[in-house]
């Protein structure tokens, strides 16, 4: 990025352009590029928060809005431990002889490369990322067809889900922008949260992946109703107190 001086006036209307431009930015990157120190841009975003302009959480910004998706290789440097803990434990379910299939997203990514030492397996995926990383491997990889969502390199529409009702799948894992206790599973995009009822509706086993951050949050579009998801992976260290709010009688597995 490009620095400068920015008087707080022109600092608060340049950041609400990058915002429409990258969709979120960190704490870190705001103060590199207008070259100021962390603590004054914590100050500016605190005043922009308290105006509605901008929505903070965990170091990251981003516009007011459920439906604003981080970009997936920002995604993919948060949490990155929580996530692969969560992917470890996910692949150690798989077993031999069995047909899987994958979802979207940085979790499901970090899934991708755990089953990577998999023997006897076959994947279905909507995922360019997953499917990129799979390709490394021996196992059957099969990448359902559909409409391109550039933004998380995903296939998505008619054609995604016409082709996934055509099969049976012992496991579906699943991710999700949140969960949350009156919302249950949500998704920032209703394109893609089609293709996880598809998916849903197929799977014998659902088992959604939601690191800590996605207990209590809301986002878009509903997903799918509790009852329709056998597992819950998520993190040791999550609030406690926010799974015991949420009414899902499944399996909770806290890795």
């Known amino acids: 990025m490009k620095g400068g001086h920015v008087l707080n006036k022109g600092r608060e209307k340049h950041i609400i352009e990058m915002l429409h431009e990258q969709s979120s930015l960190s704490v870190e990157q705001l103060a590199e590029h207008f070259r100021i120190a962390e603590v ?5 975003l605190a005043e922009m928060e ?3 302009l901008i929505i903070r959480k965990r170091g990251w910004i981003s516009l007011p809005g459920l439906a604003i998706e981080p970009l997936f290789n920002q995604r993919m440097k948060q949490n990155a431990e929580l996530k692969r803990k969560i992917a470890a434990y996910a692949a150690d379910q798989v077993c031999e002889g069995e047909v899987i299939a994958l979802d979207v997203g940085t979790t499901i990514a970090e899934l ?3 089953l990577l030492r998999k023997k006897n397996v076959t ?6 990322q997953a499917a990129s990383i799979l390709s490394q491997s021996n196992l ?12 998380e390199m995903s296939l998505v529409g008619s054609i995604t889900r016409d082709t996934i009702s055509k099969f049976h799948f012992d496991r579906f894992f ?6 949350s206790k009156d919302h249950g599973p949500t998704d920032f995009s209703l394109d893609e949260a089609e293709v996880k009822r598809a998916f849903v509706e197929r799977s014998r086993h659902v088992t959604a992946l939601a690191d800590q951050t996605k207990i209590g949050d809301t ?13 819950i992976v998520t993190n040791e260290e999550t609030d406690k107190t926010l799974i015991e709010q949420i009414p899902f009688h499944g399996k909770w597995v806290l890795v």
């Open 112 to 114: 991708a490369k755990e």
């Open 123 to 128: 994947v279905f995926t909507c995922s360019f």
């Open 219 to 231: 986002s878009l579009v509903k997903i799918c109703e509790f009852h329709e998801i056998d597992e």
């Open 50 to 52: 308290r105006k509605g």
């Open 140 to 151: 059957n990889v099969y990448l359902v067809g559909g409409n391109l969502r550039k933004t």
């Open 174 to 179: 699943m991710g999700v922008a949140g969960i």
């Open 40 to 44: 004054t841009v914590r100050r500016d």
